[in-house]
């Protein structure tokens, strides 16, 4: 403990939780896909919102940066310090606690470094359900959630993160705790501030707690893995099933079939549920949390798109390992890339009557930048957002073609603000995204965002390098 913070950090949370010995700190400095490996003072794991008040205060006091982590398992780099050493990571993974159920308000109190997993799992105990959904819940924290305001694979009936949130508990720039933990659906008085800390990454506040919204738990599911042609298809049976079946309508995921081909060569305990190939394949889930059976909804779904040409085959799923294996497919195709060779990620979203139109143009685009590459366009089909990852050609080198990401970004941008859409629908901006802003956003908007910043961390104490 060499630096003259540390003795401090310590007298707050105690020696052994701080972490300042390489192969201790590695994991909390690397993200998820290793393009961002940082450096820190500490990484620091405080165990209440009064821990985390006295660290911030602390470090703003020493004008030390802050680096707020959940369960680091962002994509855009917003979750590790910079190279420079100069900053103490605040790791919120000692705040475990679900601090309230309650059924009256249909509400969870928890910290913020509860896992997704366990919040899901803590509602369903009390026959509710907290319906945010992500590929990574098992290790992803509440914190984190509402910090990159998440999406997932429930956003068409539940909204984003933004949408499930009540309340908050967050610790400010000079060690001050707002403590807005409130449970009203109603509250009319003045700003709603807690929305400032939605999906500001860390760069505003540190989210300690939140009331979250929890929704009646399904009593009925019907899941279909449905083969199709095109993802004008897919929008025309996404149309109809949200006609026909309405607010029971919770899923519907687009996949194209060499995804479906990534994940068969490289994942495990997986099978192709058609028995043909198709070019395309939607994931289609019903639910409801009224008794009765929605299988005769999906079928007048299946069946009018059959008779409308829209549809080639589909598998409903009988049992509950069937579908497990249904969801299996869908969240496997972003890991299974990797061992593909190189892959170049694009997280956007377009107005969903334009997803069809979009994949065509950003696949051409990509093709003309890199011929030979293989987009994976896969995602989000009911709220308009893309997953347009791009592996690089069959035996090309990897680096190489990873040397081209600011190329391939530019021209599947182009196509992306030619459609009105974002080049961040669920990820985020963090520091891989953040030179992009001055190209997307009015300098109205950049002017706002940094008057808000200044305003709650007039010290550029949160995050430094993310956003803006």
Same mark, same amino acid.
């Given at each position: 403990m060499s630096d003259p913070l540390l003795p401090r950090l310590a007298e707050i949370v105690g020696d052994k939780n701080i972490l300042t010995e390489a192969g201790a700190a590695e994991s909390y400095l690397t993200e998820e896909r290793g393009l961002y490996r940082g450096k820190a003072v500490a990484v620091v794991r405080p165990?209440?919102?009064?821990?985390?008040?006295?660290?911030?205060?602390?470090?703003?006091?020493?004008?030390?940066?802050?680096?707020?982590?959940?369960?680091?398992?962002?994509?855009?780099?917003?979750?590790?310090?910079?190279?420079?050493?100069?900053?103490?990571?605040?790791?919120?993974?000692?705040?475990?606690?679900?601090?309230?159920?309650?059924?009256d308000t249909g509400t969870m109190t928890v910290d913020a470094g509860v896992t997704l997993q366990a919040a899901q799992e803590k509602a369903a105990e009390h026959d509710r359900l907290f319906p945010l959904s992500l590929a990574s819940e098992g290790s992803c924290t509440v914190g984190g959630n509402i910090a990159t305001n998440a999406g997932g694979t429930a956003v068409v009936a539940y909204g984003n993160m933004r949408d499930l949130v009540l309340g908050l508990e967050v610790v400010l720039a000079d060690g001050r705790i707002w403590n807005g933990l409130r449970k009203l659906k109603k509250d009319n008085t003045g700003y709603d501030m807690k929305q400032l800390f939605i999906g500001a990454e860390g760069t505003l506040g540190i989210i300690t707690g939140a009331?979250?919204?929890?929704?009646?738990?399904?009593?009925?599911?019907?899941?279909?893995?449905?083969?199709?042609?095109?993802?004008?298809?897919?929008?025309?049976?996404?149309?109809? *099933?949200? /006609?026909? @079946?309405?607010?029971?309508?919770?899923? %519907?995921?687009?996949? $194209?079939?060499?995804?479906?081909?990534?994940?068969?060569?490289?994942?495990?305990?997986?099978?192709?549920?058609?028995?043909?190939?198709?070019?395309?394949?939607?994931?289609?889930?019903?639910?409801?949390?009224?008794?009765?059976?929605?299988?005769?909804?999906?079928?007048?779904?299946?069946?009018?798109?059959?008779?409308?040409?829209?549809?080639?085959?589909?598998?409903?799923?009988?049992?509950?390992?069937q579908r497990a294996v249904f969801w299996k497919l869908r969240h496997l195709l972003s890991e299974v890339q990797k061992h593909e060779g190189g892959s170049i990620k694009h997280d956007v979203s377009v107005p969903i009557g334009q997803m069809p139109a979009f994949v065509g143009? *950003?696949? /051409?685009? @990509?093709?003309?930048?890199?011929?030979? %590459?293989?987009?994976? $366009?896969?995602?989000?089909?009911?709220?308009?957002?893309?997953?347009?990852?791009?592996?690089?050609?069959?035996?090309?080198?990897?680096?190489?073609?990873?040397?081209?990401?600011?190329?391939?970004?530019?021209?599947?941008?182009?196509?992306?603000t030619r459609y009105s859409g974002s080049i961040s629908a669920e990820h985020g901006i963090g520091r891989l995204k953040r030179g992009l802003l001055?190209?997307?956003?009015?300098?109205?908007?950049?002017?706002?965002?940094?008057?808000?910043?200044?305003?709650?961390?007039p010290n550029g104490v949160f995050n430094p390098g993310v956003v803006i």
């Open positions: 165990a209440s919102v009064e821990e985390v008040a006295s660290v911030v205060a602390l470090c703003a006091e020493a004008k030390v940066p802050v680096v707020p982590q959940g369960g680091n398992t962002g994509l855009v780099g917003g979750g590790v310090p910079d190279e420079t050493g100069r900053a103490v990571v605040v790791s919120l993974n000692r705040m475990t606690s679900v601090r309230e159920v309650d059924i009331v979250l919204k929890l929704a009646p738990a399904n009593r009925s599911v019907e899941t279909a893995f449905i083969g199709l042609n095109s993802p004008e298809q897919a929008l025309a049976l996404f149309r109809r *099933a949200q /006609a026909t @079946a309405g607010s029971a309508l919770i899923a %519907c995921e687009l996949m $194209p079939r060499i995804g479906i081909d990534f994940v068969l060569a490289h994942g495990s305990g997986v099978r192709d549920p058609l028995s043909g190939s198709h070019a395309w394949y939607v994931l289609l889930e019903l639910a409801s949390p009224a008794e009765q059976s929605l299988r005769e909804t999906m079928e007048a779904i299946l069946e009018g798109a059959i008779e409308a040409g829209d549809i080639e085959d589909a598998a409903l799923s009988e049992t509950l390992d143009d *950003a696949t /051409a685009a @990509a093709e003309g930048v890199v011929p030979g %590459c293989r987009p994976v $366009p896969f995602g989000h089909m009911g709220d308009g957002n893309i997953h347009f990852n791009v592996s690089q050609p069959v035996g090309d080198d990897k680096q190489a073609y990873l040397a081209r990401w600011g190329e391939m970004n530019e021209a599947v941008h182009a196509v992306v001055a190209e997307i956003k009015a300098p109205v908007e950049l002017d706002m965002m940094r008057r808000v910043k200044s305003a709650l961390d």
